[in-house]
């Protein structure tokens, strides 16, 4: 089964839009080429997690081997690796493309062209992909193949005249797919079945019963098992165990030839062992010419992760520890709150994976988890010379020892039904975006801005979904740092500052997320016994106060004997309710007046 | 004055009588209406049965006062009321002269049966007079009128040595101005005790219904918490201060009864969804009995006591219990004997705290309590307080 010929091998990803259906286009074309029992069938099998089945999103890389007996009466061998298709994991979409040679971009028939399709097909064609494009869901009345073959055309610059329509979810145009999959996509290049090994170690994760599986794609020579393989980033040697492909149910087999992508372990202890993008060769016969490479990803948004119950720190490290096994690009270290006790300051890809890691956190380890505002990277100039990175506003220098601040820049794309330009626009500039482009496709808008990455942190998606009610797509990128007048505004509750709530900020955004911040505490702080002033400040100078006033009347008019039980049990349950609460000062903060104070949304 | 001596927080008497004319829209009290005439012998038949399994529970004591509740106990017969006051004291030794409660309706039917209730041992009564103008005592739910009210307040007068009522304020609508006026009037016909209680909307009563309908447009905080200051003050100025959070006596003249439940002591009750509280084997044991009246009737008939629950306190419930009942009296707590309930002293940075804000302050070395303006926020200050 692996001595397929070149010619007859199709490597290729799929690239969409989130919801545009690319998860349920892969479910068909296993169904198709009957990779799968039908009883084995489930809904978006390549979105093994739970969570991705939920949200419809594909966070890990994940291959499939169809086998395909083509019109032409000659079988086919094509691999699928189906991508991430967020932002986030930008840099797990790229090297799942470099690992072959064509793509499937499908494009929602009635949505048309998204942020993310953009992004998305821009790195395909990045990697030299041949691209066949695919119109899904022409089975919806609202599907208008004309007018999006137009805008793929006039916004990507793609031919769309040989779009395939189909219908993921009918099965309507599958069979077409995957013809156009084995005429219309290049066979893998090159390929010397006897040349040394070369492979490319496109991705690797960890498994409970095989320890750490590496996926892989072959260029040159065999991969079998019994090798002992050389990992040339590393520089650490290792035989091979297994030897196999994913059908999508993982099949051992005998060798990996030029132009395959399968599995292998070989004893390797952790993911973090291994290398997304190095090279594989025969340990003792090495290919001259290594593959390039991949620069690691690097964590660009920051926050505090607390447990609720200071009890569940340690489960809290051994759970991340555990999901830091396949996701090298999470990242953490322990960190001390006033406000929040013992947690870990985590690094991120962006807020969709900030999200799902804590997500997962909380749901398959059962955490109770409080999240502090998302902060980006900052870097500080100081007066000394040096540069240092900043990861937690809390542990900003003194100021007079800070000489610039520089902070992260983005690209964003936009594009939006023209009805809500106007709101995007002013929401940008708002957040001190410089516009870029600005053009039209039919009734759709598309507009770039460059824009500071932490004001996208702090709730620019959630306006941006809000005032377009969804309609509206977005994507980023980063694009450098420029220097910013940061500051870092403190929060004080009862004089006391709390030091989970300080942010940096730009001066002149300052003021109004002081108010806001400080007009949420009052909502979120119950009464107390005595009043409670919450200010904002920068420095020592208070930009922003408000008074939540003191208690008037709590005190049950009657109580006797019968009734002594019930309200036990009631000041049992204020007991427990304050073991939740963080004190500051004289100041008790329930720790649910944290979460939504934090939460990015307002 | 209340002497130290009379701080001992006694073994009282509660017995529930739970049937009523009608339910009132305010009331959660286990009451019952039967429009079939209830056979008060076979009741009364059943008290004195629980009360000897009560009493085989609780061994010899001497009774500091019984309380007759409800309900309406003044829908009883007098010698209803005779037969349970005598089983009471065929079961405990009862000293002449304690005080003996009964709560009554001041309604003229009910009036016509005072002689006979003090013929049988009741001394003092407490009448759900409630308001003292028609039209809240129509929206109260109260089947009497002002007249009739201060007809039996009179005839209560002359018949027991101490009397009592009740007043409910911060009723919806109601001015500071109304309620001042109407309370200096109440005291004008007050003997030596009244129980002031704020309007709450209680669990699965029908207010409650009105008001998650909007129907009810109860006082705010800012506005409840003023009537509440300016009964303190009306009271005070007519030598009724209050001794607990809703209730005023001149001094003296407190409810022995009542005293038992905020000091902490030992209760024992009887009758249809009665709550006791006493010593046994060592530890403070809670009971709690049937609340459908002819259950219990057939529960007491088989096994002679109604008792469907109950369950040993633990020290630290007993500790928060103290706090909660003892920190609503004037006169405070022990804090020795809290020590002694839950093993552990109170929080002195707590205390500090508090006492910092004005809501607590110590009563020599050994007492603290709650100063008015923490009375009016106690529940806060007992959850601060009782914190481990």
Known sequence: MTNTPLSHIRNFSIVAHIDHGKSTLADRLIQMTGSLADREMKDQILDSMDIERERGITIKAQTVRLEYDARNGEHYVLNLIDTPGHVDFAYEVSRSLSACEGSLLVVDASQGVEAQTLANVYQAIDNDHEIVTVLNKVDLPAADTERVKEQIEEVIGLDASDAIPISAKTGVGIDDVLEAIVTRLPAPEGGDREAPLKALLVDSWYDAYLGVIVLVRVIDGKLKKGQTIRMMGTDAKYPVDRVGVMTPKMVMVDELGPGEIGFITASIKEVADTRVGDTITEDKRQTTSPLPGFKPAQPVVFCGLFPVDAADFEDLRAAMGKLRLNDASFSFEMETSAALGFGFRCGFLGLLHLEIIQER???EFNLDLIATAPSVVYRMNLTSGDQVELHNPADMPDIVRIDTIEEPWIKATILTPDDYLGPILKLCQDRRGIQTDLSYVGKRAMVTYELPLNEVVFDFYDRLKSITKGYASFDYQIIGY????????????????????????????????????????????PRHMFKIPIQAAIGGKVVARETISAMRKDVTAKCYGGDVTRKRKLLEKQKEGKKRMRQFGKVEIPQEAFIQALKMSD | MITPLDRTPGFGIYLHWPFCAAKCPYCDFNSHVRHQPVDQERFAAAFERELATMRARTGPRTVTSIFLGGGTPSLMEPRTVEALLDAVASNWSVPDGIEVTLEANPSSVEADRFRGYRAAGVNRVSLGVQALNDRDLKFLGRLHNVEEALKAIGLARETFPRLSFDLIYARPGQSEEAWAEELRQAIGHAADHLSLYQLTIEEGTRFQLLHAAGKLDMPDGDHAARLYEITQEVTAAHGLPAYEISNHARPGAESRHNLVYWRYGEYVGVGPGAHGRFIENGRRHVTFTEKMPETWLERVETKGHGVIGGEVLTHDEEADEFLLMGLRLVEGIDLPRYEALSGRALSN???????????????????????????IVLDAVVADLARE
């Open chain 1, 482 to 525: 420029r220097e910013g007048d940061l500051v870092k505004m403190s929060v004080l509750v009862n004089e006391e500052p709390v030091d989970a709530l300080s942010m940096l900020v730009h001066r002149q955004a300052a003021e109004k997320r002081g108010r806001a911040m400080c007009e949420k505490l009052k909502e979120l702080i």
């Open chain 1, 361 to 363: 956190l909380e749901r």
């Open chain 2, 349 to 375: 940075s707590r205390i500090a705290v508090l006492q910092e804000e004005g809501l607590v302050e110590p009563i020599g070395n050994t007492r603290l309590r709650a100063t008015p303006q923490g009375m």
